[in-house]
């Protein structure tokens, strides 16, 4: 048996090179990107087997998601740790530069299109960015069927199908399993989701990749067969405020795979809870984060995951902060 004791873990973001990416996340993350292609996304926190997000700080720095959730998975996880063997989120920022596919990923419905090792995948946005041009497609328009919409993919007007939404900073947008979605034109998001990494490509606004010189390859078929038509749950969603004092927590989604408060205040209040993990990821502003009479400094892009055996901290902002806080139901 270990002796080492969890503390807070932070992690480093794993960047990736995508088509559609810009080189916006540099500010967010308050550190140069690498290279000088474009990046769409940063994986803040991934358990995927091909990229584990690695712990920047302490004893353990340098160990993988995957190694300390196999060496320490009840004090990390407490009392979910019989049900997960891997980390059971995917955190991302996503830079989309461009319009991303039209794309949609299967729901616990169809295992068939699942592949061992994989899960379901909804997922939902923050946005953090987004330009008067910016667009996101979340769900399909009332009386939009198969038939209209396989139409509208060899005829290029499928945006005219899909429910738009004008993004805004600040704007919370659910897409559950099963939901049409896409999203770009210089829209920087926060992203949680389900860790799977299956996605069924229906469309791609005839981008081609400059790496290959062809265009993305689709999967219209299975894309059509994990379409949920007439689903209305997803799309922009209220913030429901929780308290307002000593810091103003509102819960954004609530879901059987997560649950997602924003934070906003500059006096202390309490984060992480009793015998389960969760994550903290900086948007604005810094902090300190307290463990064990150890202060863990906090900054905007920082993404740390408090152990389920640390519980309550004490968080100090330096000045106005607005953190995520994330929860596995
Ligand atoms: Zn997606």
């Not at 993004?167 to 389900?194: S, W, Y």
Request: net charge negative; with cysteine.
């Amino acid at each position: 048996m270990t002796q080492t004791a969890l503390y807070p873990l932070r992690f480093d973001p794993i960047y990736q090179y995508r088509l559609w990416g810009g080189r916006r996340l540099a500010t967010l993350l308050s550190q140069p990107l690498p290279g000088d292609g474009p990046i769409g996304e940063a994986w803040l926190l991934s358990d995927r087997t091909d990229h584990q997000s690695l712990v920047t700080n302490g004893p353990l720095k340098g160990q993988s998601i995957g190694q300390v959730m196999e060496r320490f998975q009840e004090q990390l996880m407490g009392k979910l740790s019989s049900r997960f063997s891997r980390f059971p989120l995917l955190l991302k920022f996503l830079d989309a530069h461009e319009m991303l596919s039209v794309q949609v990923h299967p729901s616990d419905a169809h295992p068939e299109l699942i592949p061992a090792g994989d899960t379901a995948k909804t997922e939902a946005w923050v946005v953090i960015e987004a330009e008067r041009g910016s667009h996101i497609y979340a769900g399909l328009r009332p009386g939009t069927n198969a038939g209209i919409l396989r139409q509208s993919i060899d005829d290029g007007t499928i945006a005219d199908h899909m429910v738009c939404i004008a993004p805004k900073p600040g704007n919370a947008v659910f897409i559950p399993a099963g939901t049409v979605h896409t999203l770009g034109d210089d829209v920087v998001v926060f992203e949680v989701q389900q860790d799977s990494d299956v996605t069924f490509r229906l469309y791609d606004w005839g981008h081609v990749d400059p790496k290959t010189g062809k265009p993305r390859p689709l999967q219209v078929d299975q894309a059509f067969t994990c379409i949920e038509f007439g689903a209305s749950d997803s799309g922009l969603v209220a913030a429901r405020v929780e308290t307002t004092t000593p810091v103003e927590r509102e819960r954004l989604f609530d879901c059987q795979a997560f649950v997602l408060w924003r934070l906003l205040g500059q006096d202390p209040f309490i984060v992480g809870a009793t015998a389960e993990p969760r994550v903290l990821v900086c948007l604005e502003g810094s902090g300190q984060v307290s463990h064990k009479g150890t202060p863990y400094a906090v900054d905007k892009g920082d993404v740390w995951l408090l152990p389920a055996e640390a519980g309550e901290c004490a968080f100090q902002p330096s000045g106005e902060v607005t953190l995520l806080e994330i929860a596995i139901p």
